[in-house]
T-cell receptor, first 120, second 108 residues
Framework: GAVVSQHPSRVICKSGTSVKIECRSLDFQATTMFWYRQFPKQSLMLMATSNEGSKATYEQGVEKDKFLINHASLTLSTLTVTSAHPEDSSFYIC????????????????FGQGTRLTVV | GIQVEQSPPDLILQEGANSTLRCNFSDSVNNLQWFHQNPWGQLINLFYIPSGTKQNGRLSATTVATERYSLLYISSSQTTDSGVYFCAVEDSNYQLIWGAGTKLIIKP
């Protein structure tokens, strides 16, 4: 299957600093990528949809100024957690889906390894 | 929106046992995927199965789209099968809707 690479896998940062997480599709182009957050013992929660060359679409309740998303190329999306606080500590996972005839409908989703963020 | 329910929520088995995990969904879906999340958090694609039956080694899956459910079968369980199994369906907006997962523990 397709490969999505995410790094760093683990990061510890001080409260008030910013952290950037990268998500790359290694063997396919992804005009759309997805960022999820997962709390302990829970399922994945979609935070935002990243669109290459345009603004990301954020889910209700997700602060766009806190979680900055940039999708500058067809293979790279970044999530920056700005002015991080302990409550931002979580597991963040990115996903990408290959296109078929200019649509991601009915295409398989592939996931990065995830990033465990700890804010101290 | 679409609701996805997985059962059982927890399952503890001895090594070598077989298991069946279920995923029910409340409306028609474009596709369905099964994932295994290992203890390190990595989501591993098991099956992309909008309908029909697929097999991959000791694992197989069946989706009956008309009855809105999917089953994941694990045979001859191994300790490395432990983890959380998620079912996710694609809604009409191309977004994945996730079940709460089944936590599987395989004891040696």
């Amino acid at each position: 299957g397709a490969v999505v690479s995410q790094h760093p896998s683990r990061v510890i940062c001080k409260s008030g600093t910013s952290v950037k997480i990268e998500c790359r599709s290694l063997d396919f182009q992804a005009t759309t990528m997805f960022w999820y957050r997962q709390f302990p013992k829970q399922s994945l929660m979609l935070m935002a949809t990243s669109n290459e060359g345009s603004k990301a679409t954020y889910e209700q309740g997700v602060e766009k100024d806190k979680f900055l998303i940039n999708h500058a190329s067809l293979t790279l999306s970044t999530l920056t957690v700005t002015s991080a606080h302990p409550e931002d500590s979580s597991f963040y996972i990115c996903s990408a889906r290959p296109h078929y005839r200019d649509s991601i409908m009915n295409t398989e989703a592939f996931f990065g390894q995830g990033t465990r963020l700890t804010v101290v | 929106g679409i609701q996805v329910e997985q059962s059982p929520p927890d399952l503890i088995l001895q090594e070598g046992a077989n298991s069946t995990l279920r995923c029910n969904f409340s409306d028609s879906v474009n596709n369905l995927q099964w994932f295994h999340q290992n203890p390190w958090g990595q989501l591993i694609n098991l099956f992309y199965i909008p309908s029909g039956t697929k097999q991959n080694g000791r694992l197989s899956a069946t989706t009956v789209a008309t009855e809105r459910y999917s089953l994941l079968y694990i045979s001859s369980s191994q300790t490395t099968d432990s983890g959380v199994y998620f079912c996710a369906v694609e809604d009409s907006n191309y977004q994945l809707i996730w079940g709460a997962g089944t936590k599987l523990i395989i004891k040696p």
